[in-house]
């Protein structure tokens, strides 16, 4: 065991059925994934007991074949690199869904993009990486870290266009008041369920993007009725969120400029029939906007192109903030990897 524990590879020559037997115990007592090739009858006990047996398709016994996990049905070993390649990618591919599910799931979101992660490349330089450990966790505590960063982006994101459309004129050189709609402080806001004792509290009719006014008989009503603005501005934020997070779990840790999105096409096809989500259930985002049918079913209301500029504002950092936690995991990998050299 000392022996098979020493770095770089090593050849044993001459052994015994027995001894790759043993050697293969051993590895699996060092908490290795064994993987044994073989094409004999005397190899079939070591190809059963390794965790992945492969045997030849062509030149392999059939007592080798029935005791094998994979069989090379071309007898090449450069196959064996494809497949693993592929194994990986799928890997990869599951937990960029689970990724994008947990950032959107913790605030009760479920968006329509999974189905096309299953479609994502192999991370550029897949196979320049070490094998996984056995008991390596699908979430570690850096994996989870992000989540919570992402997460908590689109949660601060979506009460916040709708809290910056209530209290504010403008934002960042974006005028929020084009449509006429009365501000309020955010105390009040904070507390707007104490609006009947507010003494000379007033609001104005505010346009909405086909030219009708937005009116309510009774002013209280701006916290209810009349917020279908700041509704719309909210739910259109977690559309764009969906849209560019999608493109941040192409890949686990690289870049989208060394994996561009269109190396998987049917994202991209996904992004532009789904973009238009502005329901959970059904709807496209234009057609529900502005349809004025669909648009009172949906409680929503067409946006003018400021408000679309804000929704892009705010909805494009979760880009910039996976970016940067990508670069400080590469960096850590590095170092624990120097490390251990």
């Not at 052994?15 to 051993?26: D, F, G, N, T, W």
């Not at 459309?165 to 806001?189: K, R």
């Not at 309510?216 to 700041?230: E, L, P």
């Not at 709807?283 to 929704?311: D, Q, R, T």
């Amino acid at each position: 065991m000392e022996t098979l524990s020493k770095p770089g590879g090593m050849v044993f020559s001459r052994a015994e059925p027995r001894h790759k037997q043993e050697i293969i115990r051993m590895l699996k007592v060092m908490g290795e994934i064994v993987a044994m090739t073989g094409d004999g009858v005397n190899d079939a006990p070591a190809l059963k007991l390794a965790d992945i047996g492969i045997t030849m398709g062509i030149t392999g016994t059939e007592v080798a074949k029935e005791a094998s996990d994979m069989v090379l049905a071309d007898d090449n070993f450069s196959t064996i690199v494809l497949a693993v390649a592929k194994g990986r990618s799928v890997y990869n591919n599951m937990k960029a869904f689970i990724r994008y599910m947990i950032s959107f799931s913790l605030f009760n979101l479920l968006w329509d993009y999974q189905s096309s992660l299953g479609f994502n490349p192999p991370d550029v330089g897949i196979m320049q990486k070490p094998p996984r450990k056995s008991d390596d966790a699908l979430i570690n505590s850096w994996v989870l870290f992000r989540y919570l960063i992402i997460g908590s982006h689109v949660g601060i994101a979506n009460v916040g266009i709708f809290i910056l459309w209530y209290t504010l004129a403008s934002f960042m050189d974006i005028n929020l008041v084009s449509d006429g709609h009365t501000l309020v402080e955010l105390s009040q806001l904070q507390n707007w369920g104490e609006c009947p004792t507010w003494s000379n509290f007033s609001v104005v009719p505010y346009m909405i993007g086909d030219g009708h006014l937005i009116t309510v008989s009774n002013q209280c009503d701006y916290f209810t009725i009349g917020k279908v603005k700041a509704m719309t501005l909210s739910l259109s934020v977690l559309v764009a969120i969906e849209m560019f997070n999608s493109l941040n779990v192409l890949s686990e840790d690289s870049s989208p400029l060394t994996l561009p999105p269109w190396r998987n096409p049917w994202l991209l096809v996904a992004m532009s029939v789904s973009f238009g989500l502005l329901s959970v259930l059904i709807g496209f985002h234009c057609l529900i906007l502005y349809v004025p049918f669909l648009a009172n079913m949906f409680a929503v209301v067409p946006l003018s192109l400021n408000e679309w500029f804000l929704v892009i504002l705010v909805s494009l950092p979760v880009i910039l903030i996976d970016e940067i936690l990508k670069f400080f995991g590469r960096s850590r990998r590095y170092r624990m990897k120097e490390k251990i050299a």
